[in-house]
Structure formats: C-alpha cells, structure tokens
C-alpha cells in the first residue's frame, strides 16, 4: 500500500506508513490501518483524507487552455488549427486522449484532457450536473432584472434554461463583464441564453470546470492536474 502511495505521489514510502498508522487511509471504503497491505491499483478505490486518489499510473489528466479561434477537435480536415495540435506529442506517444466537451471555435479557456473514457463520459453528462463558470463580456449595460431572469429560466428553441449563479463584475462604454455559473451543457448554452435576455456575446471564457481552475495558466498551454483536483473529479460523477 505505501508503494502504492508514494507512486501516486501522495507522500513518501515513509510519511504513506506515517498516513496508514493514522488512519487517514481508506481502501474500498475500509481505513488500512496495517502495513504492508497488497491492493491491485487498478481496481482498488484508495482515499486519503477522505480525497479519492488515482493510483493507476497510466492515467492522464491535463487542463489545457484553449486559445480563440482553434478548432475543440484532435484534428482538422480544412487543416484549422485545433488542440490536437496542442496534445500532438502526447498523442505520438501512445496516449489516447478524450477531450471533455467541447468549446467553440470562439470560446476560449478550460478544456480537460484525459484517458479515462469513463471520467470522460461522466463529466459530460448531464446527470451529474458538473458546474461550469464562464466570463461573458457583451454589449450592452446588464441591468439586476438579467440575472433574476436567467436564473429563473429562460425559453430556448430546444427547451428551457437557466443559470444557477449570476454576477455582473464590470459596467461601462456600452459593455458588461459577466460571470455565470451552470452545469447545462448543451451546445453554444451560454451565448444563447445571453442573446436571448439582449446581450450578445463579444468575448466568452469558461475558467472553471468542476473542482479544476483555469487561474492565469496561459493561452495554448497544458497542465497535468494535481491530486487533489484529479480526486475531486472522480468524486464529483461518483467514479
């Protein structure tokens, strides 16, 4: 077991015993509290700190920041770029990767990455009701009576929407900075329900999906996701 954590990158073999002799570690829902136990990574549900851990070491999950104008595809028959561009490496080297959702060619920001088909699977659907937050600059100054309406719902051509938070952050010159939070998925959600309520959409950014932040990572760039974000996302499509 401690093997098994140190690999992980939770602790080293030595703090991993400290951790088990504490009690902080859970295998398929039972504390370990005896060293030396053998699990097999790749079926055992290990917790530490009641946080879910990947122990399977083959397991990829990178956050990715989606730069305007490229395509959420791993590849791009009018030859436009696309974040398979992006992963192009990784790919060459075997990883078969899922991107989770999509993005528009115009919308930028956070795109997870990942090898898990099943993580993959379950963070798009909508069951699981995973939240999303978006930064929306638009035309036009929202008034309070924008964000009453659109979390009450609003009337689309395929059905009824709504948003479970709204913040108006910036007003002026004949535009708005937004912030909405959803876990709607369906396609191009966000530019809709604005242009229905009279706000077009100029720029559209999602900086959060789930327990995964986008923070000031770069344009175009990837990073692998820590442990903590990695075990929350399994928790949150109880995987």
């Keep these: 077991m401690q093997k098994v954590l140190a690999k992980a990158g939770v602790a080293s073999r030595r703090a991993a015993e400290e951790m088990i002799a504490q009690g902080r570690v859970e295998v398929d829902g039972a504390i370990v509290v005896e060293q030396g136990l053998r699990i097999n990574p790749d079926l055992a549900v ?8 990947m122990v399977r070491d083959e397991l990829v999950h990178v956050a990715m ?15 436009r770029p696309c974040i398979g561009d992006i992963v192009a490496e990784r790919v060459a080297a075997g990883q078969r990767l899922f991107h989770v959702g999509r993005l528009d060619a115009d919308t930028e920001g956070l795109l997870l990455l990942t090898n898990d088909g099943d993580l993959a699977h379950r963070l798009m659907h909508p069951s699981f009701e995973v939240s999303k937050t978006y930064l929306a600059t638009v035309t036009g100054e929202v008034n309070r009576s924008v964000g009453k309406r659109l979390k009450e719902g609003v009337e689309l051509d395929d059905g009824p929407a709504r948003v479970d938070r709204f913040q108006v952050l910036e007003l002026g010159e004949g535009r708005s900075l937004v912030k909405l939070v959803l876990h709607e998925g369906r396609k191009h959600i966000v530019r809709r329900l604005l242009d229905a309520v009279g706000f077009p959409v100029t720029r559209l950014v999602r900086t959060n999906l789930g327990p995964v932040v986008l923070g000031d990572q770069r344009p175009g760039t990837l990073r692998v996701l820590g442990r903590d974000e990695i075990g929350k996302l399994y928790e949150a499509v109880s995987l």
């Design 46 to 53: 290990v917790r530490v700190d009641g946080t879910r851990v």
């Design 65 to 79: 920041n989606k730069p305007r104008g490229w395509q959420s595809t791993m590849s791009d028959d009018l030859g």
